[in-house]
């Protein structure tokens, strides 16, 4: 079904006065109000624990699911299990994980992890096959890999069938393709304009992962209203202009290749807004404009097959109080069928 989709939020991170229980609470209660699935918790060395934070949103929710993002070099497979299952046990409800292959290069180089691109993706297949093993079974594993080897290694982390986490896998190379047929859910990018992710990501992924995309929506009833909203994040600074120019010699390749939009463009279809990533205040791009054009345009990435949606950080009730105006233009304000999937 053309509208069977999910959306997703992000949870309060960096901001250390921001990230206190209190407050991820509140935000995860904006979230389940305004009927989103789950929200993405980022693993950062900067950021708090995405474990502790994911806790914090089970102990104060009903029904989200927290999307933890898991950096291999940063847990074992093993401890990665233990810490799913007593989730899972505490609160009796799932966690999703999101597949962190690269992150901060300035990150991996403080912690020595000199494996390339394509190795960290070969290394990410390997973490998931043990950690997949250890969620499914009770008996001893025997592993012998690149990357780890485990001898009878026995965790008592078996988790029943509903349960069992969804992975994500970020990414638009070949060798993150690989990986996201071979263990992943979803198969997670930052898109391109509608017309560029129709004819690239979208159309050479026809058939295999559910398809994901994620960015930040500023929707106001007039599109004027909107882009007064976005001034804040328009303005450009030396540093920030620097930074973005760096990305397109990211090993990233799907940081490679919003530089390469933002750098041809600011805005595409009047809607699609790439002021953020140009001037180093975000990662993502944005829609902006009335809540009726937003929708529009968002429907046309659910046309191109995108079952999931992962929406920029929002904090406050106004800021949910908008994006809920276009998600329920998204599915149509009458389909009583699909409310509660986004």
């Not at 389940?32 to 914090?56: C, I, K, M, N, Q």
């Not at 939009?261 to 600011?266: I, L, R």
Request: charge should be neutral; hydrophobic fraction near 35%.
């Amino acid at each position: 079904m053309e509208n069977d989709f999910e959306v997703y939020g992000t949870a309060p991170g960096q901001e250390a006065s921001q990230s206190d229980f209190t407050h991820i609470g509140n935000v995860s209660r904006l979230a389940e109000r305004h009927g989103f699935g789950g929200l993405l918790v980022f693993y950062e060395h900067g950021a708090p624990d995405p474990w502790g934070t994911a806790s914090a949103i089970l102990q104060q929710t009903t029904s989200l699911t927290p999307l933890i993002a898991l950096q291999p070099y940063s847990l074992p497979p093993f401890t990665a299990a233990k810490f799913i299952h007593t989730l899972v046990s505490l609160y009796g409800r799932r966690v999703d994980i999101n597949l962190i292959t690269g992150g901060k290069e300035a990150e991996l180089r403080q912690v020595g992890d000199s494996v390339d691109h394509d190795g960290r993706f070969e290394r990410a297949l390997e973490y998931m096959s043990v950690l997949r093993a250890l969620l499914t079974t009770n008996e001893r594993l025997d592993h012998e890999g690149k990357h780890y080897t485990f001898h009878g290694l026995r965790t008592h982390s078996c988790l029943p069938p509903e349960h069992y986490p969804r992975v994500f896998v970020p990414g638009s190379s070949e060798a993150g393709r690989r990986v996201a047929r071979a263990i992943g859910d979803v198969a997670l990018t930052h898109p391109e304009p509608l017309s560029q992710f129709a004819d690239s990501f979208a159309k050479s992924r026809r058939g295999e992962n559910r398809l994901g995309v994620r960015f930040g929506i500023i929707a106001r009833e007039t599109d004027a209203e909107a882009w007064d909203a976005a001034e804040s994040l328009s303005v450009e600074s030396r540093a920030g202009q620097i930074q973005a120019r760096w990305r397109k010699n990211s090993e990233s390749d799907h940081i490679r290749r919003m530089a390469r939009v933002a750098e041809e463009g600011v805005l595409y279809d009047d809607v699609y807004w790439t002021g953020p990533y140009r001037n180093g205040r975000g990662y993502l791009p944005y829609l902006v404009g009335s809540y009726d054009r937003v929708a529009d345009y968002a429907r046309g990435y659910v046309t191109c097959g995108v079952r999931t949606i992962l929406l920029g950080r929002m904090t406050t009730e106004q800021e949910f109080m908008h994006v809920g105006n276009v998600l329920s233009r998204l599915r149509g304000a009458d389909n009583a069928a699909l409310r509660g999937r986004v």
